[in-house]
């Protein structure tokens, strides 16, 4: 089973008919084929960390960024910096 987006919309990804890229491709159901861009409407997700077009899990963040988001916070310490050995954790 494929997770649902928002408004139910599942999420199915595929090769675009035009440009060719593997993405989510709307419009939702059986006969998608185009991607959010070649068929002019906006994407139904899509992360403002890195724009990628992923399920959003925290502040508009895919997984992957939310994960580096959360790491950086608990990493960081109270003046704002983080230590140079949690450096190497972080990164």
Known sequence: MRPLLQ??????WDL?????ERRLVSPPGPGANLCCDCAGVPPLARCKG??????LY??????????AERARQLLTGPA????????????
Do not use: F, I, T
């Open 7 to 12: 408004g139910g919309a599942r999420q199915a």
């Open 16 to 20: 675009c008919r035009l440009c060719e």
């Open 50 to 55: 890195c724009g990628a077009e992923e399920r």
């Open 58 to 67: 925290w502040h508009s963040l895919c997984a992957r960024c939310a994960l």
């Open 80 to 91: 704002g910096s983080m230590s140079e050995r949690l450096v190497p954790v972080y990164e």
